[in-house]
């Protein structure tokens, strides 16, 4: 008996029945818990709002979605690819995948996916499937099918226009064609950035 009249300050504490902070009268713990998860929740569900909705900013004005029709592309993009591109300060460069509109044709509902070989002021040249660019061969690597045999004239690109080819030279309605010719930047959509689907084709574009 003596010595529970008598135990340490610290030891009844340890004997308070629950591990919690203390809570004043009248306050039901279990209610205070369900009250703090569905806080959690809330806080959750605001966070992934908030995603959301800046993920659909993020597409609405630095990214765009396209899809491949066609296998001009073939073996770097294949037809029913779904694709991001994007046109934010873009400026054509040499070997950049990108899509358009050519403003001399009709039909123009369905974008053109093509590859930038040549920009203003750069002259270009085929000679039996081979391009050069201000003289010298393109080793272009990204060619996985045959480059045909396709002759073009050496041609200076204008200011304000890229020359563009198909990466399946053998079949490709690009700036050979008289009703293509050489593309106006003002018709280029964005450069393709990303392969997005099929899974098993997610990645980037080079």
Known sequence: MQDEQYRRPDEAAEEVTDDAPFLPEGVDRAELRRVDGMSRLFD??????????????I???LVRHTLVQGGSMDNTLNNGQHLLISDVNYEPQNGDVIVFVPLNQTNRSTPFIKRVIAVAGQTVEIRSGVVLVDGLAQSEE?????????????TVVPDGYVFVLGD????????REDDVGMI???????????????????????
């Open 168 to 175: 399946n030279r053998t079949n490709s309605h690009d700036s």
């Open 59 to 61: 597409a609405t004005f």
């Open 184 to 206: 106006d930047v003002r018709s280029i959509l964005g450069k393709v950035i990303f392969r997005v689907w099929p899974v098993s084709t997610i990645g980037q574009v080079e």
């Open 44 to 57: 959750f569900i605001e966070m992934l709002v908030l995603t959301v909705a800046a993920v659909l900013l």
């Open 142 to 154: 990204y060619l996985s099918l045959s480059k045909g045999h396709s002759v073009y004239p050496e």
